[in-house]
């Protein structure tokens, strides 16, 4: 599991970096569209229509993927404080979860003296940036499935015919981007034993809790302690806002020197270690 997918450096323009889950999530949207347009003229569709329904659905997909992060994994007075008090921010990932200067903190992280602990640098705009990462699948299907009904039912177009190029195409593009997320490592299955599973991370200690991962901005102390002591698992404050929403792509809250990828690395630290060998997720 790899957060960056590969990288290489460009004469002037410097360090490319292609972060895993878009990368792969692309891949996925440029297949879906491809496939469709292929197969349009032998449902008698136009295919410049599928191109632009396609086109469009990407775009409202991302824009419901974010407005369902904001409104349900609980983060949205993190945004806010992003902007008016970022200095209350606990960032997430590769930062050291306590600090007394600026200096002991990830590069473009401040440190919070009083509180003794680093945030991110103030930025009113985070909400915007989705390459950071914070998206809802379920807010971008149903943005997406929203505005492919207006498209249809607006040009007149058959929507049973629609539906059969959509009934591969969706699940296609969820593939790519459910293994971007595994590459991540913000998404992962339950503890398992078996064969067929990976050490998550690899070499790192047994979490207790097989949750499912999701992007947090509480520092990784408090994610490690009693019943979130997985590394991605839901924080207790988390829980008791009743959030249900999951989010890909890892945290808009981790260290900006990763690139688009953004996330925390699910690197199991040494307050999530446990007794015994290390079980696998599937």
Known sequence: MDPVLFAFELPVIGKVTFPSYFTLLTVGFAFATLLTWRDAKGHQIDPDRVIDIN????????????VMHLIADGHFMEYV??????????AVGNVP????????????????????????P?????????????LAYYGGFIFAVAFAFYYIRKHRLPFWRIADLAG????????????????????????????????????????PSPRRCRSTPRSSTSRCSASASSPCATSSSDRAS?????????SPF???????SSSSSATTTAECSATGSPPRSS
């Open 81 to 90: 404080n992003m902007c008016f008090a970022p200095e209350t921010v606990h």
């Open 97 to 120: 979860t306590s600090c007394t200067a600026d200096a002991q903190c990830a590069p473009y992280f401040l440190c919070n003296v009083a509180a003794g602990h680093c945030h991110p």
């Open 242 to 250: 009743g959030s249900t929403a999951r989010s890909s792509g890892g």
């Open 168 to 207: 591969y195409a969706i699940p296609l593009g969820l593939f790519w981007g459910r293994l971007g997320c595994f590459l991540n490592g913000c998404c992962f299955g339950k503890v398992t034993h078996g064969h067929f599973g990976v050490t998550f991370p690899k070499g790192g200690a047994r979490p």
């Open 122 to 134: 103030r930025d009113c705009l985070l909400a915007l940036k989705v390459w950071r990462g914070g």
């Open 55 to 66: 086109l469009y659905m990407v775009i409202f997909g991302v824009i419901g993927a974010r």
């Open 254 to 260: 981790s260290t900006p020197s990763v690139g688009s």
